[in-house]
Structures are given as C-alpha cells and as structure tokens.
T-cell receptor, first 115, second 114 residues
Framework: DTGVSQNPRHKITKRGQNVTFRCDPI?????LYWYRQTLGQGPEFLTY????????KSRLLSDRFSAERPKGSFSTLEIQRTEQGDSAMYLC?????????????FGQGTRLTVV | AQSVTQLDSQVPVFEEAPVELRCNYS??????LFWYVQYPNQGLQLLLK??????LVESINGFEAEFNKSQTSFHLRKPSVHISDTAEYFC????????????FGKGTKLTVNP
C-alpha cells in the first residue's frame, strides 16, 4: 500500500466548467476527509466520511460542491460551475480507528486552477 | 469553535542552531494537538501529537513539543536543525469527543541554511 492517492495531480479548467477529483484512501481506512488549501493558508476542512456515510460538511462546501464515497472505498469531489475562487489545492486524508484523526494520512493533493 | 495561531510565517535558521516554532490555540473545550510537516512537493505528514498524558511529546527525528494548557500553547522545538528539516510546519487541533475535523494554523516555513 503506497498511501493515499489523489488524481489528477493538476487540473486546469475554464470558469464555468465542472471538475471531479478522485481520492483512493489507504486500504481499510474507514474515515476519509477532504480539505482545501489556498496559498499562504493552512488546510481548511471541507467534509468527512465514515465508511460511505457523509457525517460532516463545512459551510465552505457550497451547493456547487458535492462529495461521495460509494461503498466506503474511494471518494470523489465534484465542483460544478467552477469559479476563480475555487482555485486551490484539494487534499484528501484517511484514517482508521474509533477516533480516526489520531493520525490522518494525507495525499499529495490535486491542484486546481480555474482560468 | 477552535482556532490556531502560528505567529511566525517564516523562520530562517542556520544549520545546527536550535529552533522554536510557536503555536497558540483557542478553544472552549479540551482539544487534541498535532504538528504536521510538509516537505517540498510532498503531502502533509504527521510529525507528533498530544492526546493525553505527558505534556512533552517527541518525534523520531528529534523534534519535541510541549502542551501548556494555561498558556494554550503547543510550541515545537528542536535543539539542532539539519538542512533536511527545511519544510512547512502546520499546527492543528481537534475537539476531544467532538467533530472529526482538524483546524490548522497558517503554517510556518522553516528554512535551514548552511
């Protein structure tokens, strides 16, 4: 197992287009998180899954954002009608255990640029 | 709600010098505390964590951090840094028994010069 995998690593899209990112967590990790990081800032929490259930969503996650984790394995994050303000690094993390964030393992992220 | 303040956005030091990266947090409830490190072109990696027990926690590569509840701080220290310690360091908190989310500070860029 090579860790949390995110694809694509980079995405450039035109404003108004839809984009989808994929995250493959570490095998058997039941918890999966999405964060967003902009330049000069720390990561900001977007949403959290335990198995296939989406248990928490940040107010940062507008109606244009949707995340899924079918069958409790990989996850996708879709942004509809992208805006320039969506340009950021999107990070996925996974963990395992009764309180999973004892050690969250992060992927290398997907860098989104909206032009 | 929790918040994290990392007072220094950049810390330049010379190799073999000591370093302290400061982290203060605000929370109305008890928290867990973490330091993550991000090396160039790599993902975030957990460096060390405080969950309970001894207030001094150590990492395998010589860093240590001390939880100070009265000062709501969790400063990161290393007595002698190496060039390879050059990275960005993020302090983070999460609520005990509550939300699973990590709240991060803005990060401190540590640059170790020869």
């Amino acid at each position: 197992d090579t860790g949390v995998s995110q694809n694509p690593r980079h995405k450039i899209t035109k404003r108004g287009q839809n984009v989808t990112f994929r995250c493959d967590p570490i095998s058997e990790h039941n918890r999966l998180y999405w964060y967003r990081q902009t330049l000069g800032q720390g990561p900001e929490f977007l949403t959290y899954f335990q198995n296939e259930a989406q248990l928490e969503k940040s107010r940062l996650l507008s109606d244009r954002f949707s995340a899924e984790r079918p069958k409790g394995s990989f996850s996708t994050l879709e942004i509809q009608r992208t805006e320039q303000g969506d340009s950021a690094m999107y990070l996925c993390a996974s963990s395992f255990g009764p309180q999973g964030h004892y050690e969250a393992f992060f992927g290398q992220g997907t860098r989104l640029t909206v032009v | 709600a929790q918040s994290v303040t990392q007072l220094d956005s950049q810390v330049p030091v010379f190799e073999e010098a000591p370093v302290e990266l400061r982290c203060n947090y605000s929370s109305s409830v008890s928290v867990y505390l973490f330091w993550y490190v991000q090396y160039p072109n790599q993902g975030l990696q957990l460096l060390l964590k405080y969950l309970s027990g001894s207030t001094l926690v150590e990492s395998i590569n010589g860093f240590e951090a001390e939880f100070n509840k009265s000062q709501t701080s969790f400063h990161l220290r290393k007595p002698s840094v190496h060039i390879s310690d050059t990275a960005e360091y993020f302090c983070a908190v999460s609520e005990q028994g509550g939300s699973e989310k990590l709240v991060f500070g803005k990060g401190t860029k540590l640059t170790v010069n020869p």
